[in-house]
């Protein structure tokens, strides 16, 4: 027996569906060879300014305050590339990261002003040698506690690694303290402390952060 018409027209649009999903696929780059790609000729670039939160300077404990760092990789063409890394530097270490599609120099301003609203006093310049410690102390104080840094963190793009990391404010930390964020696995988090310091001996902001970034 013949399919009915209202079964007929469903298979038919399942099949352009599928048809239209095929081909997207077919277009689309893989994403961890596209983004490999872009990091190794990025991490070729020579190093622009870097930027850090105003406010990293302040070492109150009620809770530490999330640092931004932004550094930036300058193509030909007045093209920057630049690279995020939100740092929690008392626990996390890298707890966001990402890096924006390249832009026209111009366009740049805005862009860091963008990064700067969750902060107090925006972003300002400073030394990509203390912009890069502030990401490399965090990111081995996390390590010692059991976490690994973000998985969009691009390292390529923040190293090399100086042979010496110049000291900044709270990158060695007298215990760990958690400020919890909206996208935290509180449980995993809870547990790796347990186990790496013991029960009672780090702090939990309880607070959610609220640091607002913009898209990548």
């Not at 000291?167 to 930390?173: E, G, N, Q, R």
């Given at each position: 027996?013949?399919?009915?018409?209202?079964?007929?027209?469903?298979?038919?649009?399942?099949k352009?569906?599928?048809?239209?999903?095929?081909?997207?696929?077919a277009?689309?780059?893989?994403?961890?060879?596209?983004?490999?790609?872009?990091l190794?000729?990025?991490?070729?670039?020579?190093?622009?300014?870097?930027?850090?939160?105003?406010?990293?300077?302040?070492?109150?404990?009620?809770?530490?305050?999330?640092?931004?760092v932004?550094?930036?990789?300058?193509a030909p063409?007045?093209?920057?590339?630049?690279?995020?890394?939100?740092?929690?530097?008392?626990?996390?270490?890298?707890?966001?990261a990402?890096?924006?599609?390249?832009?026209?120099?111009?366009n740049f301003?805005?862009?860091?002003?963008?990064?700067?609203?969750?902060?107090?006093?925006g972003?300002v310049p400073?030394?990509?040698?203390v912009?890069q410690?502030?990401?490399?102390h965090?990111?081995?104080y996390?390590?010692?506690?059991?976490?690994e840094?973000?998985?969009?963190?691009?390292d390529?793009?923040?190293g090399?690694?100086?042979?010496a990391?110049a000291?900044?404010?709270?990158?060695?930390?007298t215990r760990?303290?958690?400020?919890?964020?909206?996208?935290?696995?509180?449980?995993?988090?809870l547990a790796?402390?347990?186990?790496?310091?013991?029960?009672?001996?780090y702090?939990v902001?309880?607070?959610v952060?609220?640091?607002?970034w913009?898209?990548?």
């Open positions: 027996m013949p399919a009915s018409p209202g079964k007929q027209k469903q298979r038919e649009k399942q352009k569906k599928r048809e239209i999903a095929r081909r997207r696929n277009a689309r780059p893989g994403p961890s060879f596209s983004q490999a790609s872009i190794r000729q990025a991490a070729q670039l020579p190093h622009g300014q870097a930027y850090v939160s105003a406010d990293f300077t302040l070492e109150r404990m009620d809770p530490p305050r999330l640092v931004s932004v550094l930036t990789r300058k063409g007045g093209i920057v590339v630049a690279s995020l890394a939100l740092v929690d530097r008392t626990c996390l270490g890298v707890k966001n990402f890096v924006a599609e390249p832009m026209l120099e111009y301003g805005s862009f860091l002003a963008e990064v700067g609203r969750a902060h107090e006093g972003m400073c030394e990509l040698l912009a410690s502030i990401v490399f965090a990111l081995d996390a390590a010692s506690l059991g976490f840094p973000h998985p969009d963190f691009p390529p793009l923040f090399p690694r100086p042979e990391l000291d900044t404010p709270l990158s060695h930390p760990p303290f958690w400020v919890r964020g909206p996208d935290d696995d509180v449980e995993e988090i790796t402390l347990d186990e790496s310091v013991g029960e009672g001996n702090g902001a309880s607070i952060d609220s640091t607002g913009p898209t990548p």
